[in-house]
Each structure stands twice: as structure tokens, then as C-alpha cells.
């Protein structure tokens, strides 16, 4: 089998290739990223993309359609990935996320690839007063990352067929340990307040609900779309992803944060005005039809493994909410050293190809 996995040097793309390697025999991966975060390593001994046959860096927008040559899968994972980018890059983000994506997805249908997995995203369904979301249910985007992923759903349902199975995976807020952290997710968010200053902040007033997903479930959950058929929910397939154990009201992620790293004070800001992205989540769709692929991480293993990865790392910036591990900072970093324009393309970068065993 042969796998296109795009915008795989981010946080998730950064663990799905050693999943994939370990779970199936026969496979290349290849992957396909411009390299936004390249250099945001948090463990130097380890190059994720050694775990890829082929890597690519290049642009989505400049996507070499040529490449998809006997791809079985495209999992497309590449997206100006959360609301704090999507919202200073509104168009940028319409261009990426929907527009080149699904001119990627269309060239992928063409060239016989017959299943197209995207990220999509729980957080789709806005707010959500009363019982869990599911797929059903009335979308209600409230950002321009939200309304981007809606865009590229509403594409891949006309572009699919028998032949062209696509599943949107509407995954729950990731969380846990990636060679390329993230901090600007709430439990590891959390899990850095306690190691670096002994204190949770919670932003808001802590009652909004946050479905969760372990990083490593994210790669589970890919893996069963790549194989899904439409005899199995479908030729195109939006689907709520993560487990019901992990809806979670977010003062209590920051208790459960405390309960592990002793000493932790936990300060919720109670005159927060009301958090817009509060929604519970259905996940018994997901269970129902990846019965062998359901979320395995338990809470207190996430939170452990973030602290351990941090500690290793002798974490220490208190300030880490202005640091690179803040995705947008990191954009704004590069614009400001002029690495890159203000369409968020590299000066003067050219595709390169790296393949593996220096074939
Ligand atoms: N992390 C989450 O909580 C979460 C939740 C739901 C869905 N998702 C989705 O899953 C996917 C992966 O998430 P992630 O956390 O790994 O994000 P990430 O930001 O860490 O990685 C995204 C990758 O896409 C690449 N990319 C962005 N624009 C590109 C372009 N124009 N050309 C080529 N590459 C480009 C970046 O360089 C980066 O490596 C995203 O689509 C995201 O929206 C993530």
C-alpha cells in the first residue's frame, strides 16, 4: 500500500508514520509539506520524516499534481491548522484549507487514488446547547478554520464514489506527546502551566466542554479510514472522532492535570465572558464502525506522557504562551524575519525531495 500523507511534519503527521509503520507490513509513505514547523523538534534525537520512504517540501498551493502516481491513500492532514492562525489569515486560510485542498482531492480522484482521509474537525458544530453532537446535526462554523473545513466536507461529498471513498474525521481537540509539541492545546497547555510555574491559568470561566483525543488515537482512528470501503458507512463519510470517556468540561482537566503533578494551583478566571466553542460530542457512530479502532489512551497516560516529554526536555518557560510552541507565533516569527511573505509562502524556497536510504 502507498500513502500520500500531507502536512505531515506538523504535531499529528509527526506520530502517524511510525503508527502506520507498526500496524501494516507492506507500506510506502510518502510525505508532503512545506515545513512551517520543521525545526519545532522537541526531541533531537529523532527526525520523524525518518519514518517516511519519500518527503517532499513544497507548497500546497503549488501542489505538483505529477506526484500522485499509485497512491492507494491520500491522508490529508496539511491545514493552516487552528482559529488563532485561521483568524489573522482569514484568506490565506480559504486558500490552504479549502481551495488548493480540494483541487488536491480532485487530482487525487482522477489518478485512481481511492481513499482520501481528511482532518476534519469537531469544532464545526459551534456552539452546542443540549444533547451531544452528531454528524447529523446542524453545523454551525463560527471561524474561518471552522468554516474552511466545512467547505473542503461539503467538496469531498460530491467528489466521492465507490471508487473514491473520502472520510472526514471530525476529530475531538488533540492532545499528548508529538516529536513536535503543541502548546496551544488545552490539556498540554495545562500539563506546561503546572511544570513551569505551579500554576493552571484557565482562560475561561472552565465550564465549556472539550471533547479530547490522544495524539496516538488520531493515528488509530487514520488507519481505519485508510481501509474503510463505502460498504461501511458510505462513499463519503463525515465521522465524530475520539470516545465519549473524553468529553470534558475544562476545569476539569485542569483538576485532573493537578491530581498527577502535586503542588498545582489551579486559578479559573470566573469573570471570563462565555467561551462560543462549548460542545459536547457523539462519538457512537465511530464506535459502532471502527469497533477495533477506539481511542485506548486513558487520561492520566496523556498527561503523564506530556509531563515526561516536558521534563525531558528540562521545560521551563513559564512564558511559553509567546514561545514557538504557540503555532501562530511561530508563522509571526517567520514573517517578521521575512522568511516568509505575507501570503505565508517561504521566500525563495524551491521543492526539494529527500528519499530514504539515500536512494
Ligand atoms: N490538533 C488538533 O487539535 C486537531 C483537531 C482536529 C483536527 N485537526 C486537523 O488535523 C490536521 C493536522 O493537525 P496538526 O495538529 O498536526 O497541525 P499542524 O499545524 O501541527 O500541522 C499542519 C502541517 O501542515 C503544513 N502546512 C500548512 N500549510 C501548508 C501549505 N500551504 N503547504 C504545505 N504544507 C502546509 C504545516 O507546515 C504543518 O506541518 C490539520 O488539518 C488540523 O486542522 C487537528
Not at 446547547?129 to 466545512?150: F, H, M, Q
Amino acid at each position: 500500500m502507498k500513502i500520500l500523507v500531507t502536512g505531515n511534519t506538523g504535531y499529528v503527521g509527526s506520530v502517524l508514520a511510525r503508527h502506520l509503520r507498526s500496524s501494516r507490513k507492506e507500506i510506502e509513505i510518502v510525505g508532503y509539506d512545506n515545513g512551517y514547523f520543521a525545526h519545532c523538534l522537541t526531541d533531537s534525537n529523532y527526525l520523524p520524516e525518518f519514518d517516511y520512504d519519500q518527503q517532499y517540501w513544497g507548497d500546497l498551493r503549488d501542489f505538483p499534481h505529477e506526484l500522485l502516481v499509485d497512491f492507494d491513500a491520500v491522508v490529508h492532514l496539511a491545514a493552516i491548522s487552528n482559529d488563532p492562525m485561521g483568524n489573522k489569515f482569514e484568506k490565506i486560510t480559504e486558500e490552504i484549507n479549502y481551495k488548493s485542498s480540494i483541487k488536491i482531492a480532485k487530482e487525487a480522484k482522477t489518478r485512481g487514488v481511492k481513499s482520501f482521509i481528511f482532518a476534519s474537525s469537531c469544532s464545526i458544530s459551534g456552539v452546542a446547547e443540549g444533547s451531544n453532537r452528531k454528524e447529523s446535526d446542524k453545523l454551525n462554523p463560527l471561524t474561518a478554520y471552522a468554516r474552511s473545513k466545512v467547505a473542503m466536507e461539503k467538496g469531498l461529498s460530491s467528489l466521492a464514489d465507490e471508487n473514491f471513498v473520502t472520510t472526514a474525521l471530525r476529530f475531538a481537540t488533540a492532545c499528548g506527546m508529538s516529536p513536535r509539541l503543541r502548546l496551544d492545546l488545552v490539556l498540554n497547555d495545562f500539563v506546561a502551566c503546572a511544570i513551569s510555574s505551579g500554576e493552571i491559568t484557565v482562560l475561561s470561566d472552565g465550564t465549556p466542554w472539550r471533547p479530547l483525543i490522544d495524539v496516538k488515537d488520531m493515528s488509530r482512528a487514520i488507519d481505519w479510514a485508510v481501509d474503510r470501503t463505502s460498504e461501511s458507512g458510505g462513499s463519503f463519510l463525515p465521522i465524530n472522532t475520539g470516545s465519549r470517556e473524553w468529553n470534558y468540561q475544562v476545569k476539569d482537566l485542569a483538576k485532573a492535570v493537578a491530581e498527577i503533578i502535586s503542588g498545582t494551583k489551579v486559578s479559573i478566571n470566573v469573570n471570563a465572558q462565555s467561551d462560543e466553542r462549548s460542545y459536547r460530542v457523539d462519538f457512537t457512530l465511530f464506535e459502532k464502525l471502527a469497533p477495533n479502532n477506539q481511542p485506548i489512551v486513558f487520561l492520566d497516560q496523556s498527561i503523564n506522557e506530556i509531563k515526561e516529554g516536558l521534563e525531558s526536555m528540562n521545560f521551563i518557560d513559564a512564558n511559553f504562551r509567546a514561545s514557538n510552541y504557540m503555532r501562530l507565533k511561530v508563522l509571526e516569527g517567520h514573517i517578521t524575519s521575512m522568511r516568509l511573505d505575507e501570503n505565508l509562502k517561504w521566500k525563495n524556497m524551491k521543492q526539494t525531495i529527500y528519499k530514504r536510504n539515500n536512494e
